[in-house]
């Protein structure tokens, strides 16, 4: 585990007299969110280092809560008088005078679930410019179709302290890394994109670990490649296959947003009251949990101040629950589920994922592409939107192939799918026994950026819409 480095320099005193401030119009609860985070970004194209960047940031969020409304201001100046003056602007979504007895703080344990053997971060400019060279070769080395190669490492260690008015103390350091290759390769008139991107709360291990820096070269250049060759994909209802890993981002998309409990609270979720309906197929289990080790999207404790635990969201097709933080937690009268998250001080906390996935299942792989006569087979995907209140989506894949008589046949190209979550959820006829977890590439946005995980099997849909620019003849 990294060392918690006090970079605030606030001690429990001090601290007290800011949440005694901050409740003093007569909120029923506050905590401060101390945080200091120090970054880096390097981006080669070329052979040459095009941009090159760090960033530190220091600050407190002092967050008033009168029950269902938020008070919330940040200050980056942590002398005490400044701390108050945020307090009291937090304070001011209460409006009656209360007295406040003192609080009793109480430094609360829990497990870690990233360690790391050495941070990216802090480590020197040559060796990071190394790992980016070897990318960068292997993907020019791949082909002569290859015309453009970008490389980027970024790096972060975030040190986060939190104290509530409940006297909860709870310190931690969070480490990030994400390292992303994009090739273009080209073929007379056809240009195509290939991507290669992967890290999590690891550190230099990583690549020892998981995957080289000259294996995401490699890998980039090959699917732009293959996807010069790729035929225009058809168009209209067809069979989908979505493979492990990446293409879980379609579960966080279309399913994993309509059950953060803010969109519930407001009404506006496809999904709102519908606790113990069966929302899928008796096949489908999703589960939110931050505890998963080293993942982009885990976190020892919520930023809040809850510890993490797997959330059972969808159990054989019937809807469990919801993903709360301590507004929707209360309005709804259940158990915290920790995750109240946010992008940084400057912002108050939101029902946000994790690391979000869906249960293996026992289905071979090889025989769910067997039973198919005629469908798409999806690797990644660029991302998606989806419309909360209908659980409509868009997807665009980046990798995906042409599936006819059980066999994966041509590699496809411009297309997009479409569906709704729930009605998609309900079709899904075979879940393999082969899940992963993605390789740590996605950020969500949700007026805020949160590092998030995914994760699924193999799994068969019976049927989706895909766009494309040729009729599928039925």
């Not at 052979?47 to 941009?51: A, N, Q």
């Not at 050495?118 to 400019?125: I, N, P, V």
């Not at 379609?250 to 399913?255: A, I, P, T, Y």
């Given at each position: 585990m990294l060392p918690?480095?006090?970079h605030f320099d606030v001690d429990e005193e001090t601290m007290r007299s800011v949440i005694d401030v901050a409740l003093s119009k007569g909120g029923n609860y506050s905590d401060l969110f101390f945080g200091h985070a120090v970054g880096n970004r390097i981006l080669m194209e070329e052979?040459?280092?095009?941009?090159g960047s760090k960033s530190i940031s220091r600050g407190v969020g002092i967050r008033v809560l009168k029950g269902e409304s938020t008070g919330y201001a940040y200050t980056e100046d942590l002398s005490l008088e400044k701390m108050k003056q945020a307090a009291l602007t937090a304070a001011a979504i209460a409006d009656s005078a209360k007295t406040v007895g003192s609080i009793s703080v109480s430094e609360v344990p829990?497990?870690?679930?990233?360690?790391?053997?050495?941070?990216?971060?802090?480590?020197?400019?040559?060796?990071?410019?190394?790992?980016?060279d070897k990318a960068e070769n292997a993907a020019w080395d791949y082909s002569e179709h290859v015309k453009k190669v970008e490389v980027m490492l970024i790096d972060r260690i975030e040190t986060i302290q939190i104290l509530t008015s409940e006297g909860r103390l709870l310190k931690d350091t969070r480490p990030m890394m994400r390292f992303h290759v994009s090739v273009i390769a080209e073929k007379k008139d056809n240009r195509q994109i290939g991507i290669s991107s992967g890290g999590g709360r690891i550190g230099n291990e990583y690549f020892r670990l998981k995957k080289s820096p000259s294996e995401h070269g490699r890998d980039a250049a090959r699917q732009a490649v293959l996807l010069l060759e790729a035929i225009d994909a058809p168009a209209g209802p067809m069979e989908l296959i979505l493979a492990p890993a990446e293409s879980g981002v379609?579960?966080?998309?279309?399913?994993g947003h309509p059950l953060e409990a803010d969109f519930i609270r407001k009404g506006t979720s496809a999904y709102t009251d519908r606790v113990g309906e069966k929302v899928a197929s008796e096949l489908i289990t999703v589960i939110d949990d931050g505890t998963v080790k080293n993942d982009r999207g885990a976190v020892n404790f919520d930023d809040e101040g809850t510890l993490t635990s797997a959330t059972v969201l969808i159990e054989k097709g019937i809807l469990k629950g919801y993903m709360h933080d301590r507004i929707s937690a209360g309005v709804f009268g259940v158990p915290l589920t920790g995750n109240g998250r946010r992008e940084s001080y400057k912002h108050p906390?939101?029902?946000?994922?994790?690391?979000?996935?869906?249960?293996?299942?026992?289905?071979?792989?090889?025989?769910?592409?067997?039973?198919?006569?005629?469908?798409?087979?999806?690797?990644?995907?660029?991302?998606?939107?989806?419309?909360?209140?209908?659980?409509?989506f868009v997807f665009v894949p980046i990798e995906a192939y042409l599936v006819e008589n059980g066999r994966i046949d041509a590699p496809v190209k411009n297309l997009t799918l479409i569906g709704n979550g729930p009605d998609v959820l309900s079709k899904v006829v075979a879940v393999g026994n082969d899940f992963a977890f993605s390789d740590g590439r996605w950020t969500c946005g949700k007026g805020q950026m949160s590092p998030v995980g995914v994760g699924l099997p193999t799994i068969k849909i019976s049927e989706i819409t895909v766009g494309g620019s040729e009729l599928v003849q039925k």
């Open positions: 918690f480095m006090d052979g040459i280092v095009k941009e829990f497990t870690n679930h990233y360690p790391v053997e050495e941070a990216t971060t802090g480590t020197s400019l040559s060796k990071k410019i190394e790992w980016i379609l579960l966080h998309e279309s399913v906390p939101v029902p946000r994922m994790t690391v979000t996935y869906l249960s293996n299942g026992t289905s071979d792989p090889e025989e769910i592409i067997r039973s198919t006569d005629r469908g798409i087979f999806c690797k990644s995907f660029r991302g998606g939107q989806v419309d909360i209140s209908n659980g409509d």
